[in-house]
């Protein structure tokens, strides 16, 4: 129960980690630093989703045949559809853009800064919480130590990930503190998540493979529709496919060593 609670919590300490840069960095993070580090975010989540996700799904089905491809696949498309519906339906404002997303809204641009990286990070919780839930039921192909890579990478690529969002917090005429809390507060919604799913998940053991290619579905939304595009638009491009390499290894790394 420690190990599971150890590793929800985990990943909220890597975005907390790199929310707290804005108390270190005087100015704004130079766009070489944001392409390389949205880059490297996009590359464990690939992975992640990979390795600790879509494989171990199919695994759990081989006994299937040809249709243990099935939960893998109905699943990753439910998780896209799930995102592209949340990413609809809520009104959002994504780093470096001007025109909210979503049905109009008179919250504040720090209110639907927040809501986007909110969108961002949920599947994040879903992944660390189905893999650990995939653990503790005893799946065969799902370790605790392969849990725990999980919970590792994402923490990782989390606090990049904080610092990109809690430096335009300040940009945007917050103070340090409040971009500090605001940036940390985005993760929360990780630790809820998993949790969340761990539960359903222990109701829900037939469904575990569906539900690991959901998380996997839901990741690969935020890397197709968000980081990768802004890590592809402008200048020093080269630096986020250098992140992205670094990034994707570094996860498939964790989870062989580990798993």
Known sequence: MLTLALGLIIP?????????????????????VQKSLLGFASGVMVAASVWSLLIPAMEMEEGKG????????????????????????????HLGSVNPEGPRSKLSRTAMLALAVTIHNLPEGMAVGVVFAGAEQGVTNISLASAVAVSLGIAIQNVPE????SMPMRAEGNSRWRSFLLGSLSGAVEPIGGLAVVLLASMLTPVLPYMLAFAAGAMFYVVVEELIPEASEGEHTNLSTIGFAIGFVLMMVLDVVMG
């Open 162 to 165: 904080g610092a990109i969002i």
């Open 12 to 32: 909220l300490l890597g975005t907390m980690l790199g929310a707290s840069f804005v108390f270190f960095m005087k100015d704004e993070m130079s766009l070489r």
């Open 66 to 93: 040809t249709w243990s491809v099935l939960p893998a696949a109905v699943g990753f498309l439910l998780g896209m559809g799930f995102l592209l519906l949340l990413d609809e339906v809520t009104p959002h404002l």
